[in-house]
């Protein structure tokens, strides 16, 4: 349970620096660089499964997986592209802060709820592949939206 209620701290610090970041990132131009990378440098998480301890069986990787697609759409709701002074950014949402305090509000429960049953090891490479399974979907909407406004701007300042 020690595990669990660290591991919990350790989400909800993790979830407000991301509130801070994306903030704070709204006052900056977006590229497809910015929108790409996240998920590739959370990806080196996967290297946890070379662990016995972290292993999870196919029906909870589905089940992971199929949760973290389901938050995504939360978080692609909220994500939304402006032109300001000739770049590309990020409109601001009020929404967004609160959808990403659900979502954590959300996994430190299923987290205590699931580490009587799950291993504390397992429960976490579940949580990971949730994790990973909620940003890589949001990101790749994220992506096409940015190409899609920055072709039509390239067209628009041609004209």
Do not use: C, N
């Not at 790409?36 to 016995?52: D, Q």
């Not at 300001?84 to 709820?113: E, M, N, P, Q, T």
């Amino acid at each position: 349970m020690v595990m669990v209620i660290a591991s919990s701290i350790a989400a909800i610090i993790m979830g407000f620096m991301v509130i801070f970041i994306r903030t704070k990132a709204q006052k900056k131009p977006v590229s497809a660089k910015k929108i790409i990378l996240p998920p590739v440098f959370m990806s080196t998480g996967a290297l946890m499964f070379i662990s016995p301890f972290f292993r999870v069986h196919p029906p909870q990787i589905i089940e992971a997986l199929f949760v973290g697609m389901v938050f995504s759409i939360l978080l692609i709701k909220t994500s939304k592209f402006e032109i300001r002074d000739d770049d590309i950014y990020l409109k601001r949402s009020k929404a967004f802060a609160f959808i990403l305090i659900g979502l954590l509000i959300i996994r430190i429960v299923g987290k205590v709820l699931l580490s009587t049953s799950i291993d504390y090891g397992e429960l976490s490479g579940m949580f990971w592949i949730l994790a990973f399974g909620m940003i890589v979907p949001w990101r790749i909407v994220m992506y096409i939206q940015y190409k899609k406004i920055h072709q039509e701007h390239q067209s628009f300042s041609t004209i």
